[in-house]
């Protein structure tokens, strides 16, 4: 069965420090990526996602994530976050001809000021 | 646009009781789906709706969870009976086109559900 692991459950940093949360997956074939943020009180929304193409991807408010398939890892990244990232982040997969996501239990980021 | 809208937005509730969680998609949206999120987890598909039919339910506990989206738009989900294990916030989603894995998911607000 497919799985999506999120390493990282907490993370707190300083404004302007950089980002990096890792997500791996198991499943070998083609797949499609995503990364969902839920901002406090707000609903869960699309960050970035990649399907084909280049494998480092832009998503929203300066966010990136590099597809790297040898290493079935679809980490995101941002170089210097602010107090409003903070949210819980979440990478989802699906593949194989399957529409259905799975969703990593996903990372708490905080940022202070 | 208007988003997904969902209702209500809590719900409390006593074990072995029933519950009905509704959802109304995006306007034109092909896709529909239901969610069910524990805390300190991520989402995970319960049923996945393509117009008025299902795609996908092999997650939905069908023992005592139904689902329908009749016409083709709106939906509810319910529970019947509730077990204390099935507190959680229930998500719908949707997406604009069927059959495109790659499509993006709009989800709603969500319905917290604790069942006491």
């Known amino acids: 069965a497919q799985s999506v692991s999120q390493h990282n459950h907490h993370v707190i940093l300083s404004e302007a420090a950089s980002l990096e949360l890792g997500c791996n997956y198991s499943?070998?074939?083609?797949?499609?990526l995503f990364w969902y943020v839920q901002y406090p009180g707000q609903h869960l929304q699309l960050l970035l996602k990649?399907?084909?193409?280049?494998?480092l991807v832009k998503g929203i408010k300066g966010f990136e994530a590099e597809f790297i398939k040898s290493k079935f890892s679809f980490n995101l990244r941002k170089p210097s976050v602010q107090w409003s990232d903070t949210a819980e982040y979440f990478c989802?997969?699906?593949?194989?001809?399957?529409?259905?996501?799975?969703f990593g239990r996903g990372t708490s980021l905080i940022v202070h000021p | 646009e208007a988003g997904v809208a969902q209702s209500p937005r809590y719900k409390i509730i006593e074990k072995r009781q029933s519950v009905a969680f509704w959802c109304n998609p995006i306007?034109?949206?092909?896709?529909l789906y239901w969610y069910q999120q524990i805390l300190g987890q991520g989402p995970k598909l319960l049923i996945q709706?393509?117009?008025?039919?299902?795609?996908?339910d092999s997650q939905l506990p069908k023992d005592r969870f139904s689902a329908e989206r009749l016409k083709g738009v709106d939906s509810t989900l319910k529970i019947q009976p509730a077990k204390l294990e099935d507190s959680a916030v229930y998500l719908c989603?949707?997406?604009?086109?069927?059959?495109?894995?790659?499509?993006?998911?709009?989800f709603g607000p969500g319905t917290r559900l604790t069942v006491l």
């Open positions: 989603a949707s997406s604009p086109r069927g059959g495109q894995a790659y499509n993006e998911q709009f």
């Open positions: 499943y070998g074939g083609t797949v499609n």
């Open positions: 990649y399907f084909s193409g280049d494998p």
């Open positions: 989802a997969v699906n593949g194989g001809g399957s529409y259905i996501p799975t």
């Open positions: 306007s034109g949206h092909a896709t």
């Open positions: 709706f393509q117009n008025n039919g299902v795609v996908d």
